[in-house]
Each structure stands twice: as C-alpha cells, then as structure tokens.
C-alpha cells in the first residue's frame, strides 16, 4: 500500500513537471565584435520569433547585438569566419526543438551592422515583428525572407554603394517598404503569399529601376513619385486594377502620360492571382 501511494503521488506529480520544463527560461545576452578591415563581408542573419530591430551604425563594430530568447528551445549564434569574409547571427533551435515551438512576442533581437564595409545581408525571419531601417549603409545586396510576420523595411537614407539585388520574400504578411529609391538597386524581386505590399518608391533617384512583384491573395499598392516615369505589365487572374493616371498602349502595358520625358523610370512586371493592384502618384 505504502509503495502504491508512492507511485500514484509521483504519477499526480508528472503533468506539473513536465509543464515546468516546457515553459520558456528566457536569457539575454549582448555581442559585439570590432571591425578589423574594410572588405566586403557576407552576413547571415536568422531569428525565429519575436520583435527585431535591425539598423546601420557608424560606430567601429562589424555588428553589435542584443538577444532574449528561450534558452530551453534555443542557442545563440554569432560565428564569424575571417578567411570566408562571413558572418552568422542570430539563433538556431536546440537540438530536438522545432523552429516554431519557440515563438513567443517576448523574444528579441536587436541587431546593428556597420555602414563602413559593403555587405551581402540575407536576413531570415520567421514570425516576427520587424522594423528594419538600412538607411545609408553599403549593401551590395538584400535578401529578407519572413514567415507569418508584421514588417517594415526603410531605406532613410541612400545606401552608399549601388546594391545588385534587393530580393523579399514574405509569407502570411503585412509588408511595408519605404523610400526604395534610397536602396539604390538595380532591380527588385518582391513576393508575398497572402496579406498586404506596400512599396513606397519615393528617395533620391539615379538611375531606373525594374520591380518584379507576385502576390497570390491580398493587395499590392505601388507608391510612385509624380516626377518618375512609370510602365506597368500586369499579369493577374481575377483581381482589379486601378490605374488612373496611366495610359494603355499597344504592347499592352500601362505607362504614366510623362514616361517618355521622366528622367527616370520605373519598369514594374506585377502578378497576382486573387489580389488588388493599386497605384498612386505623390510628390517625393
């Protein structure tokens, strides 16, 4: 009997411990390293869950980060490889832990990269609330990759070096990206799942600009200044399109009336299958 009433208090007991050890052990850690040299670096960025806040610094670090994050479910990265020129930052699950058993809105990362070296930035996200500012900071190119997320991208200032590519990839999103000219890219790759785009093209223009963009369910809204000349091709099923201000022409794409004198010129290839296209014109 005695060893029956043993047995069934440690049975009662097993629920509570396991949901003590399922629960979050939240740890913060700062990380930083300086910057040795000025060649260009690749840096890989990846976070699971929680609130980012990504920018440039000035100050002589190749990157400074802050961490809170589930020390149960995940590891701090920070590798840097000096003779490959890369970087890996972030977190990465524990060993047995899936990547969206950690999401939680109480991690965060907050992340500066330096402005003085170019840079190939690939930054992947999972259901995260982003706020990213790469203001005047020398990308040769952008790579972003979100899951379920909230995220803003803004270009506040030109980025310093032309950027080849700037590539987004969003899943179930409400995606925002603001004063792209700043971004000082040849070309731009944009495409999203189900949710909303919002690409505000306004910054300081050098040179035209191609923008593909493929948004399956949900709303596109183009966000052109009045002095940039515009064509549009459209390629949709099932959606609207809202073009005031843009003339239809033989090839079958949408120009803006001031295409052929604009000094500059935005070339946009837009897809989507059940979605809203909407364009509008704003001074810069």
Request: hydrophobic share 40%.
């Amino acid at each position: 009997m005695k060893l029956a009433r043993v047995m069934a208090a440690l049975v009662a007991l097993l629920p509570g411990s396991m949901r003590a050890q399922s629960a979050p052990l939240w740890r913060s850690v700062d990380i930083a390293r300086q910057l040795r040299d000025t060649l260009p670096q690749r840096v890989r960025v990846q976070y699971t869950a929680g609130k980012v806040d990504v920018r440039g610094t000035s100050d002589p670090m190749l990157y400074s980060m802050h961490l809170r994050y589930d020390e149960r479910r995940t590891v701090p990265v920070h590798l840097h490889d000096p003779d490959q020129h890369s970087t890996s930052l972030g977190l990465e699950a524990r060993g047995g832990a899936s990547r969206a058993s950690g999401q939680s809105e109480d991690g965060e990362l907050r992340l500066m990269l330096t402005r003085a070296v170019p840079l190939d930035l690939e930054l992947d996200f999972g259901g995260t609330q982003s706020s990213l500012d790469l203001g005047e900071m020398s990308l040769h190119s952008l790579r972003l990759d979100c899951g379920a997320t909230d995220a803003s991208l803004l270009f506040s200032r030109p980025n310093r070096v032309a950027m080849r590519d700037l590539d987004v990839n969003v899943g179930a999103a409400d995606f925002t990206a603001s004063r792209l000219a700043n971004a000082n890219a040849e070309r731009m790759r944009v495409s999203a799942g189900v949710g909303s785009l919002d690409l505000d093209f306004s910054g300081k223009w050098t040179h035209d600009l191609a923008v593909t963009t493929r948004l399956t369910v949900g709303k596109l809204t183009l966000r052109i200044p009045d002095d940039v000349g515009v064509r549009i091709e459209v390629q949709r099923v099932a959606t609207g399109f809202e073009h005031a201000g843009l003339v239809k022409r033989d090839d079958g794409a949408w120009y803006s009336t001031n295409f052929d004198a604009a000094p500059f010129k935005l070339r946009v290839r837009a897809e989507t299958f059940f979605g809203k296209i909407d364009v509008q014109h704003s001074a810069q």
